[in-house]
């Protein structure tokens, strides 16, 4: 288990770090674990939820096992609590809760659900920092990752964070499933530091709304690949601990953005940031004020947000529809699950309306203002 000499992580009082060479691997080798402890003798099987990143995917079929999808809950990022349930039987080893774009999954409530069933929870926290779990240890694994777009970037890796009883466990159990895996390292040289600038440099304002025009860079697509490996792999001295730094001392602009697009919510629209924490406080305590990856929004409808969406962009604004499609509609995806995406209306419904606007450190007031009265203006 990982050493910060001196350091402390946030996630230090209940959990061990084991750092990988991405938040994919970290989230399989979670998954692993998950059969382990459990040993079911028929292919075990892993709920997620119908939206999010085919990553998720990936991750459960590298481990031999099977994702089953979930709706979500209507006009929300969750997964339906009693959907959940449903899905339950003999062969299922886990539950993974995805955090999105900021906003941790109910926690509490799938914990009950976990416990009830004998399941591990898995908190995929690679959009939400830090992870909900770190101060009460609900998770019984957390998946970090430290990727281009996460909140905290070190030019990739992630890290598996196994609850202290589970890593106490596998030492007495004796399972050398970390200790057998490979590792790679990441040099701080020159070609390092040069990759790392020129991506910087890529980031800033004028340049990353030029790529974004390029198709053939991808940026902004949803794609399905294959987890190849899973290694071991330390971020680069001294990374982490800047990063987190760093995180800890941005301004989020949420509250500035709820409060531009308030004259939204008497048109159709929901603004998922305030609703989703406003509603989750019922459930235990959450963070008061989000650091959002990008500021999420539902319109009234498909048409109204396609709208909106060439609007903001003619504008420079940078707006998104993030995924896109429900996992199932996904190339490479649908194959693996073997079920349309039709039998997930709500996770299908939140595809089509969902838009994402940037919620970044150089978003200014005058962009915030342009965005608000751009939506105020669509009927």
């Known amino acids: 288990m990982a050493n910060f000499h001196g350091f402390s992580a946030p996630w230090a009082g209940f959990y061990d770090s084991v750092f990988v060479n991405s938040g994919t691997a970290a989230l399989s080798l979670a998954v692993q674990l998950s059969i382990i402890s459990r040993r079911t ?44 349930e449903n899905a339950v039987n003999d062969n299922t080893v886990g539950i993974i809760a995805v955090g999105f774009l900021g906003i941790p999954e109910r926690l509490f409530a799938l914990r009950q659900i976990a416990d009830k069933n004998d399941l591990a929870l898995i908190e995929d926290s690679a959009q939400v920092f830090p992870p909900f779990s770190c101060g009460n ?22 890290a598996l964070l196994i609850r202290k009883d589970h890593s106490e466990q596998l030492a007495r159990n004796s399972v050398n499933v970390l200790g057998a895996l490979a590792e790679t390292r990441v040099s701080a040289g020159l070609v ?65 953005w709820s409060e531009a697009l308030l004259g939204l919510t008497g048109k159709g629209w929901s603004r998922l940031a305030p609703e989703c924490f406003d509603e989750a406080g019922g459930e235990g305590p959450v963070v008061s004020s989000p650091a959002l990856l990008r500021y999420p929004l539902l319109a009234p409808s498909r048409q109204i947000r396609d709208k909106a969406l060439l609007e903001l962009n003619r504008a420079g604004i940078g707006a998104s529809v993030f995924y896109g499609q429900a996992l199932p509609a996904i190339n490479g995806v649908r194959e693996l699950v073997a ?41």
Request: charged share 15%; proline share 8%; net charge negative.
């Open 192 to 256: 390092w530091r040069l990759r790392r600038w020129l991506f910087n440099l890529l980031l800033t304002r004028p340049l990353y709304g030029i790529m974004e025009h390029m198709p053939f860079l991808g940026i902004g697509q949803t794609l399905f690949h294959p987890l190849s490996s899973i290694a071991r792999q330390a971020p680069v001295e001294g990374l982490l601990e800047a990063g987190i730094e760093d995180f800890n001392s941005r301004k989020g602009n949420g509250a500035a």
């Open 339 to 379: 079920v349309s995406a039709t039998a997930f209306p709500c996770a299908c419904d939140f595809a089509e309306r969902l838009i994402t606007l940037p919620a970044h450190e150089d978003v200014r007031t005058a962009d915030i203002n342009s965005v608000a009265g751009i939506l105020l203006a669509q009927h």
């Open 137 to 158: 240890g609900l998770a019984d694994y957390l998946i970090l990752s430290f990727g281009r777009g996460k909140p905290i970037n070190l030019m990739g890796g992630g």
């Open 41 to 84: 003798p028929q292919t075990p099987e892993v709920i997620l939820p119908a939206y999010g990143c085919p990553d998720l995917v990936a991750a459960v079929v590298a481990q031999g096992a099977r994702p089953v999808l979930v709706d979500l809950a209507q006009g929300r990022p969750w997964m339906d609590l009693e959907a959940v």
